[in-house]
């Protein structure tokens, strides 16, 4: 019995990994206006949390509507919650374009089993910006 607890224990351990893929946006530059195109369906604290990354990174950020807009840069986003143990980030999608050719990805997914995806989005988000946007 024990050791049925104890393979169980650790496949979970295995596959309980916070997956992050990103694709570094080079062609953008410090200094660059970075359009965020406001989705709806995703919490605001989202938005205000993602906006607040790109600034701290040195670039301007503006928040648009999805129509109506002359960016040259512009980033659209996308976000899912969960609830395990209280309200949890469990995926995130970061596009960055410019002259509407995508040149940056950045991928989160926190799978149900990982305790580490509980804590504050913005801290989350943080990490996905400083490796989607160069420095």
């Not at 953008?28 to 604290?45: F, H, L, M, Q």
């Not at 995130?92 to 374009?97: I, M, P, T």
Request: aromatic fraction near 8%.
């Amino acid at each position: 019995m024990k050791t049925i607890i104890f393979i169980g224990a650790l496949v979970l351990l295995l596959t309980a990994c916070i997956s992050q893929t990103v694709s570094r946006a080079v062609s953008v530059s410090k200094g660059d206006e970075v359009c965020i195109i406001e989705n709806p369906s995703v919490r605001r604290a989202f938005l205000d949390a993602y906006k607040e990354s790109v600034e701290q990174l040195g670039y301007k950020a503006t928040i648009k509507k999805p129509t109506g807009h002359d960016c040259d840069v512009t980033s659209t986003y996308t976000a899912t919650y969960g609830m395990h143990w209280g309200v949890y980030l469990a995926t995130a999608d970061l596009k960055v374009f410019k002259n509407n050719k995508l040149v940056g990805r950045a991928e989160y997914r926190a799978p149900r089993a990982d305790l580490s995806k509980h804590g504050r989005v913005s801290g989350k988000i943080d990490k996905l910006v400083k490796e989607l946007l160069p420095i």
